[in-house]
């Protein structure tokens, strides 16, 4: 034991790199394959990656056959990598590159946080990253914003490195800014650029080091870097499809989801990101608002202590005096200005909030590295309520469990009691780790507890998302995939699950067009159809589908029709396989 301490103290960044290295290969890459590809991002982006793999033009995005213009392609050219890497679509190639780029922003997290302050900071704010709720759904959710959150954060963090790295080094920094600027623009467009800029420009002009961002060596050179980056995929489309991918792309997915989400119907009150920012963030939600709570009241007495007028006493109040204080204004603007942001886009969506999260961590990791030495109140009072919140949630679900109805309780049966322990057990773990009153016993038990929680979310609550109607939907697509015919869905939203198996355009009718749906149904093209056994009732239309079609199989969601009579004999249930 004396032999392994005497190492670790010897080789710190040794044990650090390592024990990063075991955490990420548990909390990202363990449980990939676990659970099936869940509707209806994952779904559609990972079958359109499928297919790029399969094409001869990478340039090209294709959604059920038809040009994809909404996005652009650095995530689809990784997971058709990673597809045709391992030899195969499987759910962990399709997850393994979005899980190993989480992977990276977890190690730079943890170099930028040592190069800056010190080691333990980096450590901290790595961990609390890598174990906050949303960052580990969405490494295990391969959709788009994890990619966005990579690259904008590595970009900003080279920013502010170049503020403190010897002066023949500070291009190269910079250089890096514009580099993962432009990757992320070639992920998710112009927000990689744009929230960097802005939180760059509003960083270097109260600390007055705009002339650094300015500098020819540094903007020219990196711009030049990012348009080379950017522009070869964009004069690409626009010379294949001209001002129909400029409308699409920029103005109605860039411009007009900012202004107006009608549309999509996504639209959301000012405040929506607050409540989801505090699931987003758990366990570390309540010491960052200690830590923000914290932050204020010395902003409030520094403000109070500083000379002039209005405008002076608050550039005194914002000036960073040292190292650790720069941090804090860095950070707190690359939280604010993300969080603005997206707070007031008209389109909004849970996973927006994702690229906040390392700047909270880095906040966070910070409180926790001053609790080595300051008053830990408020770190054991977190703590507390942390761990009553986690023992009420697990009573909760326990007794309600009896209020739901029958076939929610028939899906989540299974878990009830593990849930009912898992949760209780960490509560009174959290509690057992105050009484060492050591800030890393505490530390690990918030790390414990998110290992319980990843579990058991790999383990039963994705399957059990799945299991919500989305495994019906593929079994049915097979029928079609493996006899060679039509495949049609009526009257419900377009769900990427029918493709996975079936590789032919899928008729994708959202409404009760049954115009189009007899037409499709008299055709003597072999046709399957697949329904919403709600909406048929609801809709009040069965005699219609009776008339037209024969009925295959019928699950607890959906239901597979045929358009011909087949033989008794392949008419099969689908729970009886």
Not at 372 to 394: P, Q, R
Not at 466 to 487: D, I
Not at 538 to 547: A, E, F, L, R
């Amino acid at each position: 034991m004396n032999k392994i301490k005497f190492y670790i103290e010897k080789h710190p960044d040794v044990f650090s790199i390592l024990l990063l290295a075991v955490l990420c290969g548990i909390f990202l890459f363990w449980g990939l394959n676990f659970y099936p590809l869940i509707d209806v991002d994952e779904t559609r982006y990972a079958v359109m990656s499928k297919d790029l793999m399969n094409s001869n033009n990478w340039n090209l995005l294709l959604l059920n056959s038809v040009p994809f213009l909404e996005k652009p392609p650095f995530y689809f050219w990784i997971v058709a990598a990673s597809i045709k890497f391992f030899g195969k679509f499987s759910t962990f190639s399709v997850r393994f590159p979005i899980a190993l780029m989480a992977s990276f922003l977890v190690f730079f997290t943890y170099f930028f946080g040592r190069k800056i302050i010190s080691r333990k900071f980096g450590l901290m704010s790595a961990v609390v990253m890598l174990t906050s709720v949303f960052y580990l759904v969405f490494a295990h959710i391969a959709i788009l914003d994890m990619v966005l959150t990579v690259w904008l954060a590595s970009a900003l963090y080279s920013a502010y490195l170049a503020h403190v790295v010897k002066d023949h080094h500070k291009k190269y920094c910079w250089w890096g800014f514009w580099t993962f600027a432009g990757l992320g623009f070639l992920a998710k467009g112009i927000l990689a650029i744009a929230i960097p800029l802005v939180v760059v420009f509003i960083y270097c002009y109260l600390t007055k080091t705009l002339k650094e961002m300015f500098k020819p060596v540094h903007s020219v050179v990196g711009i030049i870097i990012f348009l080379l980056i950017v522009m070869p995929w964009h004069i690409a489309m626009y010379r294949d499809f001209g001002n129909s991918f400029l409308y699409e792309y920029f103005f109605k997915h860039h411009f007009e989801r900012l202004i107006n989400s009608n549309e999509i119907g996504r639209k959301h009150s000012l405040f929506y990101f607050i409540p989801v920012f505090i699931v987003a963030f758990m366990p570390w939600t309540i010491i960052f608002l200690a830590a923000i709570t914290d932050g204020c009241k010395d902003l409030i007495n520094r403000f109070k202590n500083a000379q002039g007028k209005l405008v002076e006493k608050l550039m005194s109040t914002l000036e960073a005096k040292d190292e650790n204080q720069h941090l804090i204004l860095f950070a707190s603007i690359y939280f604010i200005v993300t969080f603005g942001v997206m707070s007031i886009s008209s389109t909004k969506l849970p996973t927006y909030i994702l690229p906040a999260i390392p700047a909270a961590a880095l906040l966070t990791g910070y409180f926790w590295c001053r609790s080595y030495k300051e008053n830990k109140f408020a770190l054991s009072l977190s703590t507390h309520m942390v761990a009553i919140i986690f023992i009420i949630a697990g009573l909760v679900a326990s007794i309600g469990f009896v209020f739901l109805p029958s076939n929610v309780i028939e899906l989540i049966n299974p878990f009830k009691y593990p849930v009912l322990i898992g949760c209780c057990f960490v509560g009174i773990l959290l509690l057992v780790q105050l009484k060492t009153e050591k800030v890393l016993s505490i530390f690990s038990g918030y790390v414990i507890t998110m290992f319980f929680v990843i579990t058991f979310a790999v383990t039963y609550l994705f399957n059990l998302i799945y299991a919500g109607g989305e495994n019906e939907l593929v079994l049915y697509s097979n029928y079609a995939n493996t006899t060679h015919t039509r495949l049609v869905t009526f009257d419900f939203a377009v769900k990427p699950s029918t493709k996975i198996n079936y590789g032919d355009y899928v008729y994708f009718i959202t409404d009760t067009d049954f115009d189009k749906f007899n037409e499709l149904a008299e055709s003597t093209l072999p046709t399957y159809f697949i329904v919403k056994n709600k909406n048929v009732t609801n809709g009040g239309y069965q005699d219609k589908i009776d008339k037209k079609l024969y009925l295959i199989q019928q699950g607890k969601k959906y239901s597979l029709y045929f358009n011909k009579k087949l033989p008794e004999k392949l008419i099969v249930n689908p729970y009886m396989q």
